[in-house]
């Protein structure tokens, strides 16, 4: 049963436009949410979070939307850039708890 | 300051055989574990610590053993090796401050299990 759900596994986006990526989780115990980017050959980057109590957090190019009625998280790049392409993995947990649950991952492409 | 090391990078093993990944963190972080990851199923996670001297299992701990003696080492053992367990292996670290937690991975240990 995947409790944390990628269901894109890839997505192609003009350099400068904006991505998003979508993760939907389905244990209603979850309060803290990850996203993390990996390269080929290397562990994955923490990138950004987000605490349930919020429905936004901004870092620089980096937002991410929560909508907890929905279960739903999602990832905004905007403007897209040629390093961006990578796969991204969201996570999630109980903050209870120490164990993450990452979804499959969504490879992003970004075109020059 | 190296943050997460993971040896070897790369390891065959036989069926049958035992071997241990080596993961060590220089961030003085209480939370370390391991993962597995597998093409199509995102990363697993197989143990974890949340100090020297205690560990639990997470979603997928069958065949490994791990021990965390010192805060800085977490070593993953496989104690007699088989085919499924062919997969790249993180371990990581994290530390929680004001409700914010922020986890680091180290490289990698891709395993091909013959």
């Known amino acids: 049963d995947q409790q944390v759900k990628q269901n894109s596994p890839s997505l192609s986006v003009q350099e400068g436009r904006i991505s998003i990526l979508n993760c939907d989780y389905t244990n209603s115990m979850f309060d803290y949410f990850l996203w993390y980017k990996k390269y080929p050959a290397e562990g994955p980057t923490f990138l950004i979070s987000?605490?349930?109590?919020?429905d936004k957090n901004e870092d620089g190019r980096f937002t991410v939307f929560l909508n907890k009625s929905a279960k739903h998280l999602s990832l905004h790049i905007v403007p897209s850039q040629p390093g961006d392409s990578a796969v991204y993995f969201c996570a999630a947990k109980d903050s209870g708890t120490y164990k993450y649950i990452f979804g499959t991952g969504t490879r992003l492409k970004v075109l020059a | 300051n190296a943050g997460v090391t993971q040896t070897p990078k790369f390891q065959v093993l036989k069926t049958g055989q035992s071997m241990t990944l080596q993961c060590a963190q220089d961030m003085n972080h209480e939370y370390m574990s391991w993962y597995r990851q597998d093409p199509g199923m995102g990363l697993r996670l197989i143990h974890y610590?949340?100090?020297?001297?205690?560990?639990d299992q997470g979603e997928v701990p069958n065949g490994y053993n791990v021990s965390r003696s010192t805060t800085e080492d977490f070593p993953l053992r496989l104690l007699s090796a088989a085919p499924s367990q062919t997969s790249v292996y993180f371990c990581?670290?994290?530390?929680?401050?004001?409700?914010?937690?922020?986890?680091?991975f180290g490289p990698g240990t891709r395993l091909l299990v013959l």
């Open positions: 990581a670290s994290s530390y929680r401050v004001g409700g914010r937690e922020t986890q680091y």
């Open positions: 987000i605490s349930s109590i919020k």
């Open positions: 610590s949340v100090g020297a001297g205690i560990t």
